[in-house]
């Protein structure tokens, strides 16, 4: 089993309308995790950090689920600009320098006019 | 002005060449990584340095060499190059590599090995 898995998809959706990709992780010690996009040809860029407690971000909303050990991302109202793919990642040791940084194969989005 | 800089953004080469890719890094972080990431979209971390010290070196072959100056600049030396060496190798960055803080990633040098 892979350490981070995400649905390579893509998911093709028509624009305004809302959809959600998760992504489970296999190492229960992991600490952190974040939603990293990456747009063709570009480097990945920090999209949100996801909390125990779940947050939102405008049009985007993370969460955690620690007992089935995977995290989720749903966007609302989702906009043309909104199409690239997106990168689980995740990460333990919470507050040392050796950490260790996993980032799953990402989810491509599609939205169509 | 730009946050993490690479050197060079494209690199084609023949197998058997040896070449070298800069990072620099001009936020004041104190830990810097190498990446690769693969044609089916893969990103892995092949090294990371805190203020110029190997941290994390993931099952990389020898042939390739991180070498940190100093803590604002992570370069990596490839030796021999091979065609599975072929991929964009991102360079990235965190403020003290913790593992709750944001990675800011270089531009990427795609790397062709003919």
């Known amino acids: 089993r892979k350490e981070v898995e995400q649905d390579p998809g893509p998911f093709n959706v028509p624009e305004g309308a809302t959809v959600a990709f998760n992504c489970t992780y296999s190492n229960s010690a992991s600490q952190s995790f974040f939603w990293y996009r990456q747009d063709c040809r570009k480097e990945p860029k920090l999209l949100m950090s996801v909390y125990s407690s779940g947050n939102e971000d405008g049009r985007f909303t993370a969460q955690l689920n620690r007992a089935s050990q995977y995290i989720s991302l749903l966007i609302r109202d989702s906009k043309l600009s909104d199409s690239a793919t997106y990168l689980c990642?995740?990460?333990?040791?919470?507050?040392?320098?050796?950490?260790?940084?996993?980032f799953g194969s990402g989810t491509r989005l599609s939205i169509r006019p | 002005d730009t946050a993490v800089s690479q050197t060079p953004k494209y690199l084609v080469t023949q197998m058997g060449n040896d070449k070298s890719i800069k990072c620099e890094q001009n936020?004041?972080?104190?830990?810097m990584y190498w990446y690769k990431q693969d044609s089916k979209k893969f990103l892995k971390i092949m090294f990371s340095y805190n203020n110029k010290e190997l941290i994390i070196n993931e099952t990389v072959p020898n042939r390739f060499s991180p070498k940190s100056p100093d803590k604002a600049h992570l370069n990596l030396h490839i030796n021999s190059l091979e065609l599975g060496d072929s991929a964009v190798y991102f360079c990235?960055?965190?403020?003290?590599?913790?593992?709750?803080?944001?990675?800011?990633f270089g531009p990427g040098t795609r790397l062709t090995v003919l």
């Open positions: 990235a960055s965190s403020r003290t590599g913790a593992s709750t803080d944001t990675q800011y």
């Open positions: 990642v995740v990460s333990n040791a919470l507050y040392s320098s050796a950490s260790k940084i996993i």
């Open positions: 936020l004041g972080h104190d830990t």
